[in-house]
């Protein structure tokens, strides 16, 4: 049996369904793929290039989501503060505005739908002022206590090519992971009850704790109907794009009594990402029998 290393053991390159995304990847433009079973935890199918390495662009927002609803309670209020100026020229946003408040679920939602950098700094720095044990912090310190956070929850986890500069995703050269990373990042995010409720919501209207009214679209095209791209077994995930990562996605399936990630990073065309999820997502299905 030939094999390839992954952190999940091994992957298996002998079998059907692994020739399979392998014919497929090599019709896609896309630097790195994932394909993961992630009820077995079990990697299925990689393409890396450049030692694996690869910007995670927005994806982040999975694992900041995840370590925030660790330190605030889904009902807890929030009120946007001095972290919005941290928010990088550029940035999607899910357009909250100093001394408006949220729930800190409502910043899930935010980060996961619109992909708010916004909602995603907005809520690191109140969980990080938790972390830190100190309600006086700066918004900046309070930021950098919850990164360090994400890099030390990243190493307890057994990340092993994974370094968070940030909370958003925004491009800085120490911000990194892998393909492999990326699977832990997705199980993590697929057994949190508030993130997994919203990376599966395709639109809504929300109302903040402080009274405004917003209209929130996911930028994952699998979930909108009007899109071309939409799946009824799209489950949801995230998007992710910067000039330096390209056009990237975390998108899960459900595939028999199994969910599926597939991870598409570094295409030069949006769409690009989505059909490569398709494309992977019916060939896995095919062979679903020969993983």
Same mark, same amino acid.
């Given at each position: 049996?030939?094999?390839?290393?992954?952190?999940?053991?091994?992957?298996?390159?002998?079998?059907?369904?692994?020739?399979?995304?392998?014919?497929?990847?090599?019709?896609?433009?896309?630097?790195?793929?994932?394909?993961?079973?992630?009820?077995?935890?079990?990697?299925?199918?990689?393409?890396?290039?450049?030692?694996?390495?690869?910007?995670?662009?927005?994806?982040?927002?999975?694992?900041?989501?995840?370590?925030?609803?660790?330190?605030?309670?889904?009902?807890?209020?929030?009120?946007?503060?001095?972290?919005?100026?941290?928010?990088?020229?550029?940035?999607?946003?899910?357009?909250?505005?100093?001394?408006?408040?949220?729930?800190?679920?409502?910043?899930?939602?935010?980060?996961?739908?619109?992909?708010?950098?916004?909602?995603?700094?907005?809520?690191?720095?109140?969980? !990080?002022? /938790?972390?830190?044990?100190?309600?006086?912090?700066? #918004?900046?310190?309070? &930021? +950098? %206590?919850?990164?360090?956070?994400? *890099?030390?929850?990243?190493?307890?986890?057994?990340?092993?090519?994974?370094?968070?500069?940030?909370?958003?995703?925004?491009?800085?050269?120490?911000?990194?992971?892998?393909?492999?990373?990326?699977?832990?990042?997705?199980?993590?995010?697929?057994?949190?009850?508030?993130?997994?409720?919203?990376?599966?919501?395709?639109?809504?209207?929300?109302?903040?704790?402080?009274?405004?009214?917003?209209?929130?679209?996911?930028?994952n095209l699998l979930l909108s109907p009007d899109s071309g791209f939409y799946r009824a077994d799209a489950i949801g995930m995230k998007t992710g794009r910067t000039s330096q990562a390209g056009f990237c996605l975390m998108s899960a399936f459900r595939v028999k009594d199994s969910?599926?990630?597939?991870?598409?990073? !570094?295409? /030069?065309?949006?769409?690009?990402?989505?059909?490569? #999820?398709?494309?992977? &997502? +019916? %060939?896995?299905?095919?062979?679903? *029998?020969?993983?």
């Amino acid at each position: 049996m030939q094999t390839e290393k992954a952190d999940f053991g091994t992957v298996d390159s002998s079998t059907g369904i692994y020739s399979a995304c392998r014919e497929i990847a090599d019709t896609l433009d896309a630097s790195q793929i994932l394909v993961y079973d992630a009820t077995a935890d079990r990697i299925l199918f990689t393409k890396t290039v450049d030692g694996g390495k690869l910007y995670p662009a927005s994806i982040t927002k999975l694992f900041t989501a995840c370590i925030a609803m660790q330190y605030l309670d889904p009902a807890e209020v929030l009120t946007a503060g001095d972290e919005l100026a941290l928010v990088q020229e550029g940035s999607s946003k899910a357009y909250i505005y100093r001394g408006q408040r949220i729930t800190a679920e409502m910043a899930v939602e935010a980060m996961m739908l619109p992909s708010g950098n916004d909602a995603a700094l907005i809520a690191a720095a109140a969980a !990080g002022r /938790r972390i830190a044990g100190d309600d006086t912090l700066t #918004a900046e310190r309070a &930021v +950098e %206590a919850f990164v360090a956070e994400m *890099n030390r929850q990243a190493q307890e986890m057994g990340f092993e090519k994974t370094h968070f500069a940030n909370p958003d995703g925004y491009h800085a050269g120490c911000h990194y992971t892998c393909v492999n990373d990326m699977a832990r990042i997705a199980k993590a995010a697929l057994n949190n009850p508030t993130v997994s409720k919203y990376i599966r919501v395709a639109a809504d209207e929300v109302t903040y704790a402080s009274g405004q009214n917003n209209h929130w679209d996911n930028t994952n095209l699998l979930l909108s109907p009007d899109s071309g791209f939409y799946r009824a077994d799209a489950i949801g995930m995230k998007t992710g794009r910067t000039s330096q990562a390209g056009f990237c996605l975390m998108s899960a399936f459900r595939v028999k009594d199994s969910i599926l990630v597939i991870g598409i990073f !570094g295409c /030069r065309e949006d769409h690009e990402r989505f059909r490569g #999820a398709i494309a992977l &997502v +019916e %060939a896995c299905k095919k062979h679903w *029998n020969e993983r």
